[in-house]
C-alpha cells in the first residue's frame, strides 16, 4: 500500500481528483471569504487569466465567478508528448445575504480576484413589548 492505514483524508481527496479528468475541476481551495469591517472580501487565485477573461454576476442573493480561456491561437504543428494547457475554465457560486448589490467592486491584480461586498446596515431597534 502506497500511503499505509493512516493517510490524512484530504490527502486521498488531493490524490484522486489529480487525475486527467478531474484536470478543470476545483474544489475550494483557490478561493478564501472573509469579513473585513463592514464588508464581506471573496479572494480567489486566478493565475494564468486575464482581467478581461473574467465575469462576475451578482444575482439575488448569490455571486458568481466565472472565468474562461480558450487555447485558439494558431500554432506550428508540435510533436507534443502531454499538452494540458488547451482550455482553462473556472466558475464558483457563493451564497451571501444583506449584500448592497449595487456597491460591489472587484479588482484583479497580479492573479488574484478581489471581490468586496458591502454588507447592508440595519438599524438596531429596541422596541418595548408590554406584557398582558
Do not use: W
Not at 40 to 68: Q, R, S, W
Not at 82 to 104: L, M, P, V
Amino acid at each position: 500500500m502506497k500511503y499505509g492505514l493512516t493517510r490524512r483524508p484530504e490527502r486521498f481527496l488531493d490524490s484522486f481528483f489529480d487525475d486527467d479528468f478531474f484536470t478543470g475541476f476545483s474544489y475550494g481551495k483557490n478561493v478564501d471569504i472573509y469579513q473585513a469591517g463592514e464588508n464581506y472580501v471573496v479572494e480567489v487565485d486566478l493565475p494564468g487569466f486575464k482581467k478581461e477573461e473574467i465575469n462576475l454576476e451578482f444575482k439575488g442573493d448569490i455571486l458568481t465567478i466565472t472565468a474562461n480561456k480558450a487555447d485558439t491561437e494558431e500554432k506550428e504543428e508540435r510533436n507534443y508528448f502531454y499538452k494540458a494547457r488547451r482550455c482553462q475554465s473556472f466558475t464558483r457560486q457563493i451564497r451571501f445575504s444583506e449584500i448592497d448589490g449595487d456597491n460591489i467592486g472587484a479588482n484583479f491584480e497580479d492573479g488574484v480576484l478581489n471581490v468586496t461586498l458591502p454588507i447592508i446596515k440595519h438599524e438596531e431597534t429596541i422596541s418595548k413589548i408590554e406584557v398582558k
